[in-house]
C-alpha cells in the first residue's frame, strides 16, 4: 500500500527515516486506529502531523534503547502507543500490552489481528500481570506519575528489570514528589534520553530508566 501523502510528508518534516516496509506496516496501524477512534477514546492525535511528531517521535526515541530478545510490557497501552509501533519498528522483540479498561483491550486485539502482528494483549491491569509474567522491560507513556509506578512496580521488582518511562516536562517534578516520599531510596533513576517535543523548542521529552540499585551495579 503506497504511503499517504500527508504520513510522507511529516515523516519528512520531522526528518524521520525509516524504512518503507516499516512505514507502511506503521500507516496500516493508525488507519486501523483511528477507525477504532471513532467509537472509543482513544487517542486526540488525529493527524498524520501529530502521529509523527509526538506518537511516533516518542517510539522511535525508545526503541533503541531496548536490546535484541527482550520481552517488554507495554503498560497502560490505549491506543497502542508506545506498544505497537515498538513492535513494528523492533521485529527483534517480544511485545506485550496490558490495557485495563476492557473495550480498549478488545480494540487493541482487534487491530493487531487486523495488521498482523505477534503481540499479546492483556485485558488487565499490568501490575496484576506482573505478579505471573515475568518482562524485561516495562514501558509506558501518559498513564501515571513517577510515584505511582513505584509503588505498582515496588512488589514485583523480582519480576522486571527496568521501567522505561516516556515523561515530558514534568519529570523533574514528579521525581521530586517520589524521592520526597521516599519512593527513590532503593532504586537508580536515569534520564536515557532526551529529545524535543513537537514544534516548540523549548519543550522536551524524555525517557527515564528505573530499576533496582542491585540490577543497576551489575
Ligand atoms: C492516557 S492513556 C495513554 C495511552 C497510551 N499509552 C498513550 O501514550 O497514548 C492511559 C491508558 O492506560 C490505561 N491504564 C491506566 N492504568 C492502568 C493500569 N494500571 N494497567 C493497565 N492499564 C492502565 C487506561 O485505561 C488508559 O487506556
Known sequence: ?????EFAAALEKYQM???????????????????????LNLTRHTTWDLFVSRDL?????????IQAGEEVLDLGSGNGVPGIPLAILRSDIEVSLAESVAKRAQALSE???????PVAVYAARGEDILEDFRFSSVVSRAVGSITKFCRWVEP?????DRLLLIKGPKWVDERAEARHLGMLGNLDLRRVAAYPLGDDAD???VILQIMTKTMANR
Open 1 to 5: 500500500m503506497p504511503l499517504d501523502p
Open 203 to 205: 519543550s522536551e521529552g
Open 57 to 65: 517521535r516518542d517510539c522511535l526515541q525508545l526503541a533503541p534503547l
Open 111 to 117: 487491530i493487531i489481528n487486523e495488521i498482523g502482528i
Open 156 to 160: 514485583h521488582w523480582v519480576n522486571i
Open 17 to 39: 527515516e525509516i524504512d518503507e516496509s516499516v512505514a507502511e506496516r506503521l500507516q496500516q496501524y493508525v488507519q486501523v486506529m483511528w477507525r477504532w477512534n471513532e467509537q
